[in-house]
């Protein structure tokens, strides 16, 4: 098992930074526009990224692969049901209107 060491922590960093990436612009997408489905997309990619870390984390300091696996597969599997979640949620449009007086 040794061997796939390497493979299993390039694939973990990619995941955290790629999906990190996804999941914060998804928040700050969110905090501009207050759609509670941009909230639950940024919260199923951070249950994503946190089962990879939990399961690095299980994996190097544990030693034990299994339960890496399973940790990680089980916050993927709850990160995408959010993800699923926020493609049917209802979103309602806030459109706010400044108004400037010219002097």
Do not use: P, W
């Not at 696996?69 to 089980?74: E, F, K």
């Amino acid at each position: 098992m040794d061997e796939y060491v390497l493979l299993i922590a390039v694939a973990n960093t990619a995941t955290v930074l790629t999906g990190g990436a996804v999941a914060l612009l998804a928040y700050r997408a969110f905090r501009r526009t207050g759609s509670g489905a941009l909230r639950a997309l940024a919260i199923g990619f951070g249950f994503i990224v946190a089962g990879s870390v939990f399961g690095a984390f299980v994996h190097l300091l544990g030693d034990n692969v299994a339960l890496g696996v399973t940790i990680q597969s089980s916050f993927t599997a709850g990160g995408f049901g959010i993800v699923l979640y926020s493609l049917y949620a209802e979103t309602s449009m806030t459109t706010t209107v400044t108004i400037r007086q010219s002097e």
